[in-house]
């Protein structure tokens, strides 16, 4: 019977299963207990049912026939049969073959043994005595084409003469050394030669590593697709959460957003290569738009190919009220030749923009260009200038904390207004994460010791759509671990994406603030840490290692006069609406609160006195979070490492200490 | 009345599956975890999982990106 057309109800062996709709009999049948022989089989490959020792006998509308189970997807009820005559009879004829042309290899010793078969009667001069032959599964051509997307390795000839290879019986240069062939690998044929950056452990790193190769070969294209699309994935996430900034973090979603979406870069981008970023790489999220033709700037009319888009690159286009693919790549591109960070430019160019459309600058400014939001052929005008060190570009390229300084200093602007809605926190310009809804975000911005970016903490959905950290206490915890454990990442070079962009299937398990955690990837990175180093790793010894440099960054801030308590405040914008316009668009939202959290009924009130009274609270919600993270960390009041922290992560150095005193 | 995440409120509606829940919160994201009344719904049933009047249901998005 079909449940809810998802779901199909089988009989395997006379016994019931209710099974996902093409879901393979061979799993199956092995939830049922039920053991069938395999060979080429390999939990995380996709089969390919060669070897046919799987074979079952399947009756669908009263016809009977023999399939392989690893690779027969289950469409619609059916009656199985594992161990007919029949099939027996298949099977015991296949063993006996492959016994008879690799008798010493033990897995094909250990299946014939399964089919009732320990001698044969097919010796010849293909038998091989190695126990360590190519018994031509396919395990390891599977591995190199999913795990690490390379295609180095397949089988070349017919029948007898079917052999593995690289392509022209040489060993070909696009062998990146994964070693996940070998790993896979059920006889030992293909052998690794260790040495490479002389770990302790090489097993052991593999052993884990492999973990995540295998899930990315399974699990990534119904999770995240960062092989598809890399980090543009969450563009249509945030849209759908209200969290891609656009018009300089006013708003967080936006009916043009459909024109930068996943799915539109998704056709532009070339699909399926290894990855450019770092070769090897099995996550391999770094993508190309191949044959690019710019339309501006020193290469106009040359095709060329163009890195990304990533998230953050094309959020920025949002930012700047730009929805245009070929206006993120060519931004793209022009950012990535010039050296200048597509971040730091996208949010000072909205800041530009909104400061433009409120009349603080002008026309006589801007060296003539009519800068609002969505002047795209403006913005590439502007991102020239600040290549060429020319005009209104040298300006912007200073930054928003340098543009605000001046333009109240020789504009006479209102700095109230332009603290509000300058995005930059310490110097540094937001990264693309709407987080007014967000208070852990808001205070991980602006704590982040290198300015607001999300490396250190990323708390949006935990806080604003799960409810899970909804004290003070709590968000401080989060607050402590996820930054120090984002550091660590650093601080090892490893990239934090297998963390948490892929996900082992069992996570689900885990209730919430430990599933968080990705306890499963935790591990593997603490024993790819064990087997490079020889040093075993765990929660507080990570949390050890990372708290020492994250201390010791935070005191260097001190010490070059920041690092203290105003130097986390954030531009209102980032902790609720600053203008009429961006609280009535979110007006019910708003409203729910001064009646539900603040405890002031909105009825006959002016826009304007919603929003004061809102901003009051809201900002008050921030310090007391700021308080309760200061004293996670060991913090003072201030934002200042105490003493007494110092000494407990033994950086307490008397020259540290005497700095520290200098200044207080 | 539905609880989701221990703090927003939704109408019931007789028939209610874990799949018109999502879509009436717009829970669009890929990696999540729902559980109504502490029991984990597994993705393919959510079309099918009924939510009773009064449930408590979280929605836990897993964080990823950033
Ligand atoms: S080491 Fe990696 S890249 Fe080389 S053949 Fe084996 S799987 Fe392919
Ligand atoms: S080398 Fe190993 S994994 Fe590759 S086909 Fe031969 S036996 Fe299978
Ligand atoms: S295990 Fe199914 S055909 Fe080899």
């Known amino acids: 019977m079909a449940t809810a057309d998802k779901k199909i109800t089988i009989t395997i062996d006379g016994k019931t299963a209710t099974v996902v709709r093409d879901s393979y009999l061979l799993q199956a049948a092995q939830g049922l207990g039920i053991d069938i022989p395999t060979l080429c089989h390999h939990r995380d490959l996709t089969p390919t049912g060669n070897c046919r020792l799987c074979l079952c006998e399947v009756e669908v509308r009263g016809k009977k026939r023999l399939v392989t189970a690893c690779n027969y997807p289950v469409r619609e009820e059916i009656r199985v049969e594992t161990r ?107 052998e690794v030669v260790d040495g490479l950056n002389g770990p302790v452990d090489a097993k052991l790193i593999r052993d884990y590593g492999m973990r995540i190769n295998a899930e990315m070969a399974t699990l990534d294209k119904f999770q995240c697709a960062m092989r598809d699309v890399g980090t543009a994935n969450i563009v249509q996430v945030m849209q759908a959460y209200d969290l891609l900034p656009t018009h300089n973090h006013k708003f967080g979603a936006h009916p043009d957003e459909i024109h930068i979406d996943t799915s539109q870069i998704k056709k532009r981008v070339t699909q399926g290569m290894p990855d450019g970023c770092w070769k090897g790489c099995s996550m391999a999220c770094a993508k190309v738009v191949d044959n690019f033709v710019l339309k501006t700037g020193p290469y106009q009319g040359q095709h060329v190919a163009v890195d990304g888009p990533e998230y953050e690159t094309t959020a920025c286009a949002a930012n700047m009220g730009c929805f245009d693919l070929e206006f993120v790549f060519e931004f793209n591109f022009y950012c990535d030749t010039y050296g200048i960070d597509t971040i730091s430019a996208g949010t000072c160019i909205s800041f530009v923009m909104e400061a433009f459309e409120n009349g603080v600058i002008d026309k006589s400014h801007t060296g003539g260009k009519e800068l609002r939001f969505g002047a795209k052929r403006e913005v590439l005008e502007l991102l020239h200038e600040m290549a060429r060190g020319e005009g209104f570009g040298v300006d912007v390229g200073q930054g928003i904390r340098w543009l605000k300084e001046k333009w109240v200093r020789e504009y006479g602007a209102d700095p109230a207004f332009l603290n509000d809605i300058g995005m930059e926190v310490k110097g540094l310009e937001f990264s693309e994460y709407v987080c007014k809804e967000s208070l852990a975000q808001q205070v991980g911005y602006s704590m982040a010791v290198k300015g607001p970016q999300h490396d250190e903490a990323w708390l949006i959905f935990m806080d604003m759509v799960n409810n899970q950290i909804p004290s003070f206490e709590d968000k401080a915890n989060a607050l402590y671990y996820f930054p120090l454990w984002r550091t660590w990442f650093g601080l090892m070079g490893l990239c934090k994406l297998p963390w948490n962009d892929v996900v082992p299937a069992d996570n689900k398990k885990y209730p919430p603030p430990v599933a968080a955690k990705v306890p499963g990837h935790v591990e593997d990175f603490f024993k790819f840490f064990e087997g490079m180093t020889g040093i075993p790793l765990d929660e507080e010894k990570m949390l050890q290692q990372s708290a020492r440099v994250h201390n010791l960054q935070r005191l260097m801030c001190y010490l070059l006069g920041g690092g203290t308590r105003q130097d986390d405040m954030p531009p209102y914008r980032a902790v609720g609406p600053v203008t009429a316009e961006e609280y009535e668009s979110r007006v019910e939202r708003y409203d729910k609160q001064l009646r539900e959290s603040v405890g002031v009924d909105p009825a006959g009130k002016s826009t304007e006195q919603k929003v004061a009274i809102l901003r009051k ?6 310090n007391k979070a700021v308080d309760a993270a200061y004293d996670r960390r060991g913090w003072d009041r201030n934002g200042v490492p105490t003493a007494e922290r110092l000494k407990e992560l033994g950086i307490d150095l008397p020259q540290v200490m005497a700095l520290l005193r200098s200044r207080q | 009345m539905v609880l989701v995440n221990n703090r927003d409120r939704v109408d019931w509606q007789p028939g209610m599956t874990v799949q018109d829940l999502l879509d009436k919160m717009g829970y669009s994201y890929v990696l999540i975890t729902v559980t109504v009344d502490d029991a984990l719904v597994a993705k393919e049933d959510y079309a099918s999982f009924p939510v009773p009047d009064g449930a408590a249901v979280t929605v836990f998005h897993l964080a990823h990106g950033g």
């Open chain 1, 84 to 190: 007919s005559p029949r099939v027996l009879q298949h099977r015991k004829i296949l063993s006996e073959m492959y016994l008879g042309r690799w008798p010493n290899v033990p897995v094909i010793k250990e299946v014939a043994a399964k089919c009732g078969v320990t001698s044969s009667r097919f010796a010849s001069e293909l038998t091989d005595p190695n126990p360590k032959a190519c018994i031509l599964c396919g395990h390891c051509v599977r591995a190199c084409a999913e795990f690490v997307q390379e295609e180095v390795l397949d089988f070349a000839g017919r029948g007898i003469k079917r052999h593995l290879t690289m392509p022209y019986g040489r060993v070909d240069k696009r062998c990146i050394g994964c070693t996940s062939c070998a790993y896979v690998c059920p006889t030992g044929a293909i």
């Open chain 1, 617 to 622: 609270y809201r900002l008050d919600q921030y």
